[in-house]
């Protein structure tokens, strides 16, 4: 039952809305149809009809709140009085359609309203400014909505406010502008009107056949389409010319016309029914606003019933908020206590903060120098094993000198992990796009770990996908950086075991390829609960096993570089069983290139040439290291141990290449190379360095060196970055010759 009576009254609900909705649908219908009649009765002059059809859209339009038919009811009305010549009734109603036009926020109806007030103050003298700002704003709002049919209304009206000034060279642009806004779709009475108004134009101008072709012209069309006002308008311009020409009984006939049209516009029983339509409007306006005052009233007097009860409300609020404004002060006592206490707080803060970036920067000085400090040592002690290994013939010292040159390596790879950690936390380290053979590349990192795969008597097998471009776009030190870390731990941890590097084509495409690679070994594995913990800085799998020594920073190290490439590498191991280590790298495709021919140490040097090389460094062993090692290539060398030397001997003799050491005291190898360049800009000048090459680069070629070779450095790369310049320099010369 009870069921029942709730349906029963969404039902009336939905009746009552439904009736609601079809009577405002109703109403509006009804304003449409008054709005046509309006423009019928006014188009055949039935001013009559005009305002008391206004009056009824008007107050329909109030029922129903509608801005944009109470805008077009009253100027409809101005229209009417306007043309009536009544401007003080027309000015009235004309502000009321602008009023409705401005909270309608439409702007055609602004456009229509700024042009209406625009015809009545262009006609008063005093106001003609004002007249022609209402113009140019309708003009605005026409063209803000494209409507081009409305923009020529003040376009015209503005030309004949000038002409009415006698302004006629301002009056002329607006008129032409008229001209070309018209068009077959326009309404005749534009067309008449701006016709008359260049007969006005020529006959101020003294063109007066011009003059009459246009009156004439304007008084067809208006009598064509009987058009009264445009008639009435151009018969008594017309008659002003033919005056003014000496044509007086043309003149005078002329005028008759311009008066009968009058009278047809302004008959005495048009204006009594006006007066008495807008007597019953002003009437029909007075209810409205008596009814609307009436509604006011009893609005006030809910109001003021509904205060008095806000009233002790507000009384009740203001004690409570009296309390709460006593809360406030305190609140805000503790509060500036508080900011107090976190200013000073910052303040420390700051000076930490500081502090930290201080050592921050004294820790990357520091680095820096540890590594020219140490790499510079470590340069002798390479070079010299390195020379030692190849003219030793005697098997066991070749063996402990290979067992000395792995010592070496293993320390120079310690300190190159601590200095790349640095780099890293100093976001010091950035990708490069380079081309490279990811082949050669693994090759070459094999190849560098056969001393420690013979030690651990172990096997290292290489499978790379067939599908893998020649030639690969990326990070290759940063890529070799990441393997090599990966298989020297495998080998670190697998005795007399297999160690693998797989290389597998995932998603391939004429411009990217996405490789996986995989390094495995069958080695100790990784308990489950260290799998993490690997890759934090300076962790071991086993702190207390002396067999396994190291920094505890290469995974680490290639966690971080993989989060440069974008990449995540996973780990799959069991304890005494082996590990695997995955990870995906997106690499661009390169276009296959010629070997320019420098790749192989053996063909570096042309043995049919005699070189001379400048060797300039201060430490005594560095050079004979360097000196040995390009001597082995029948190279001849001088030395120098300081950059004043080096000037006054390149100065008196000519050298096929400088090799520079950056570091030196008294004038660095950077400063040399300038003044070496102020009268020597072609000998090819290679830095030697111990620092961080990344920390230096720009600054190094800036000074006008042609290359860097990284101290201690691989015998082979050495001869080809030599090599390359001095067959650069041989270019050079075979083209200036040409």
């Not at 072709?213 to 064509?224: C, G, P, V």
């Not at 056969?450 to 030190?477: C, H, M, T």
């Not at 520079?660 to 040399?672: A, K, L, W």
Request: charged content about 25%.
């Amino acid at each position: 039952m009870k069921n029942n009576y709730f349906t029963f009254l969404l039902c009336l609900c939905t009746i009552f809305t439904a009736l609601a909705q079809e009577s405002r649908l109703s109403k509006l219908d009804s304003l449409a149809y008054l709005e046509d009649l309006l423009q019928r009765s006014l188009n055949q002059y039935d001013f009559n009809s005009t305002i008391e059809n206004s009056a009824r859209l008007i107050q329909l339009a109030g029922e129903l709140d509608d801005m944009a038919y109470l805008y077009r009811g009253y100027r409809m009305l101005g229209i009417t009085y306007e043309q009536l010549e009544d401007k003080a009734r027309a000015r009235v109603n004309y502000e009321k359609a602008l009023e409705y036009a401005i909270r309608s926020e439409n702007d055609t109806l602004l456009m229509g309203a700024y042009n209406n007030l625009g015809n009545i103050f262009s006609e008063d003298p005093e106001q003609v400014a004002l007249g022609l700002e209402y113009y140019e704003r309708a003009i605005e709002y026409g063209l803000k909505i494209q409507d081009s049919a409305n923009v020529l209304t003040p376009v015209i009206n503005i030309g004949w406010t000038y002409l009415d000034n006698g302004d006629y060279q301002k009056a002329l642009p607006y008129l032409e502008r008229g001209r070309d806004l018209l068009d077959a779709n326009f309404s005749k009475e534009p067309y008449a009107n701006l016709t008359a108004l260049f007969g006005i134009y020529y006959r101020a101008t003294g063109d007066m056949q011009r003059s009459q072709d246009y009156f004439l012209e304007a008084i067809r069309q208006s009598e064509q389409d009987s058009l009264l006002i445009p008639a009435y308008f151009a018969f008594r311009e017309y008659s002003d010319l033919l005056y003014e020409i000496g044509r007086y009984e043309e003149a005078y006939l002329a005028l008759e016309k311009h008066q009968e049209y009058k009278s047809m516009l302004q008959s005495n029983e048009k204006i009594r029914q006006m007066e008495a339509a807008y007597a019953r409007f002003g009437t029909m306006e007075s209810n409205r606003m008596l009814e609307m005052a009436q509604k006011e009233q009893a609005f006030k007097d809910e109001v003021l019933k509904k205060t008095r009860e806000v009233s002790m409300i507000l009384v009740i609020s203001v004690a409570v908020l009296s309390v709460f404004l006593m809360l406030l002060v305190r609140s805000n006592s503790i509060r500036k206590r508080l900011i107090g206490q976190l200013k000073d707080k910052n303040d420390q803060l700051y000076k930490s903060k500081e502090e930290a970036e201080r050592l921050s920067i004294m820790k990357t000085r520091f680095f820096s120098t540890v590594s020219h400090e140490l790499r510079t040592p470590l340069y002798g002690v390479v070079g010299l094993t390195s020379l030692m290994l190849e003219d030793n013939k005697d098997e066991k010292q070749v063996e402990d000198l290979k067992s000395l040159k792995f010592s070496a390596d293993y320390l120079l790879a310690l300190i190159n992990d601590v200095l790349q950690m640095n780099k890293m936390e100093s976001q010091l380290v950035k990708l490069e796009d380079i081309p490279f053979d990811l082949r050669d590349l693994l090759q070459g990192i094999i190849k560098s770990f056969e001393f420690a795969r013979n030690q651990n008597s172990n096997e290292i097998e290489l499978v790379v996908d067939e599908r893998i471009p020649k030639i690969l776009i990326g990070d290759s030190i940063r890529m070799s950086q990441i393997l090599m870390n990966l298989l020297g731990n495998a080998l670190k941890f697998t005795e007399r075991g297999k160690v693998w590097i797989k290389a597998d084509v995932v998603r391939s495409n004429k411009e990217h390829c996405s490789i996986q690679f995989e390094v495995g070994d069958t080695g100790l594995g990784i308990p489950q609960n260290k799998q993490k913990e690997i890759f934090e800085e300076f962790s071991q799998l086993n702190a207390n096993n002396f067999n396994y020594q190291g920094t505890g920073l290469g995974l680490s190290i290639v966690k971080r570089l993989l989060d440069l490439f974008g990449s995540k590498i996973s780990l799959e191991s069991e304890e005494n069983k082996g590990s695997i280590f995955r990870f995906k790298i997106n690499f661009k495709v390169g276009k296959q290139q010629e070997t320019n021919g420098v790749e192989l140490a053996e063909e570096a040097f042309d043995p049919k040439h005699q070189y001379k090389a400048l060797i300039v460094d201060d430490n005594r062993i560095n050079q004979v290291v360097t000196q040995r090692i390009l001597e082995r290539k029948n190279v001849v060398c001088q030395v120098a141990a300081d950059g004043y030397q080096a000037l006054e001997m390149l100065k008196a003799t000519a050298f096929d290449v400088v090799l520079m050491d950056v570091n030196m005291p008294g004038i660095s190898g950077m400063e040399t190379t300038r003044l070496i360049r102020e009268f020597n800009s072609t000998v090819p000048i290679i830095a030697l360095t111990a620092v961080e090459i990344d920390e230096m680069r720009e600054e190094i070629l800036a000074s006008g060196m042609n290359d860097i070779i990284v101290k201690p450095y691989d015998t082979d790369q050495f001869y080809n970055t030599v090599f390359k310049n001095l067959h650069n320099q041989a270019a050079v010369h075979d083209d200036i010759s040409i």
